[in-house]
C-alpha cells in the first residue's frame, strides 16, 4: 500500500512539473513571438506586475520601467528581426532561451546583430524575473563602430552607454505619461 501511494506522489508531482514547464515554455513563445512583431503590449502581458528585468544596456528595472523599455525599443526599431531558440527548463522556475536580434542602431544607422541568452523565473502564470546577457563589447563595435571598436571594452564608456540609454528611457516615459 505505501509503494502505490509513493509511486502516485510521484507520478502527481512529475505531471506537476511538466504542466509548469510547458505553461513556462508557452510564455516564452508568446513573448518573442510578440517581439517579432514590435507589440510590446503581448509583450508585457506575460510579465508579473512586479517584473524584474536587467540587461547590460539598461541594467535593472521594475514594473512600469520594464514595460516603458520594451515599448521604447518597439517604437523606435529599424529593419527589426528576431529569432530565438534552444529553450531550456532548468526547472519549474526557471528557463532560458538564446535569441538574436538584428536591427540599425538608430543613432549612428549601423548594423547590428546581437546574440543573447535570457534567464526567466516564473510564478502564478507570468515572467517575474528576465535577464538578457549579451557582449556590450561587441553591441558597441556594431552599434558605435570605430568609437566601439576602440573603446567599447572600457567600463568608463560602457558606462556612458548605459547612462545614455537610461536617460533616454527616462525622456521616453516622461514624454509619453503626458
Known amino acids: 500500500m505505501v509503494n502505490d501511494k509513493c509511486v502516485n506522489i510521484f507520478v502527481n508531482h512529475f505531471s506537476f512539473k511538466e504542466y509548469f514547464m510547458e505553461n513556462n515554455e508557452q510564455l516564452i513563445r508568446n513573448f518573442y513571438t510578440a517581439f517579432q512583431k514590435l507589440d510590446d503590449g503581448s509583450m508585457v502581458s506575460n510579465y508579473a506586475d512586479d517584473i524584474v528585468f536587467f540587461d547590460p544596456v539598461f541594467g535593472l528595472l521594475q514594473g512600469n520601467e520594464a514595460r516603458a523599455m520594451w515599448k521604447m525599443l518597439c517604437k523606435n526599431a529599424k529593419d527589426f528581426s528576431l529569432t530565438y531558440s534552444n ?3 532548468l526547472d519549474e ?27 526567466m523565473k516564473f510564478s502564478n502564470g507570468k515572467i517575474v524575473e528576465h535577464s538578457d546577457g549579451f557582449s ?4 558597441s563595435k556594431q552599434a558605435l563602430g570605430l568609437p566601439g571598436i576602440l573603446f567599447g571594452w572600457n567600463s568608463f564608456f560602457q558606462n556612458r552607454i548605459k547612462k545614455q540609454a537610461q536617460n533616454n ?9 503626458k
Open 136 to 139: 556590450l563589447y561587441k553591441w
Open 87 to 89: 529553450i531550456i527548463h
Open 93 to 119: 522556475e526557471y528557463s532560458t532561451c538564446e535569441w538574436i536580434a538584428t536591427y540599425t542602431f538608430s543613432k549612428t544607422g549601423r548594423k547590428v546583430i546581437n546574440n543573447g541568452k535570457a534567464y
Open 169 to 177: 528611457l527616462r525622456n521616453f516615459i516622461l514624454n509619453n505619461n
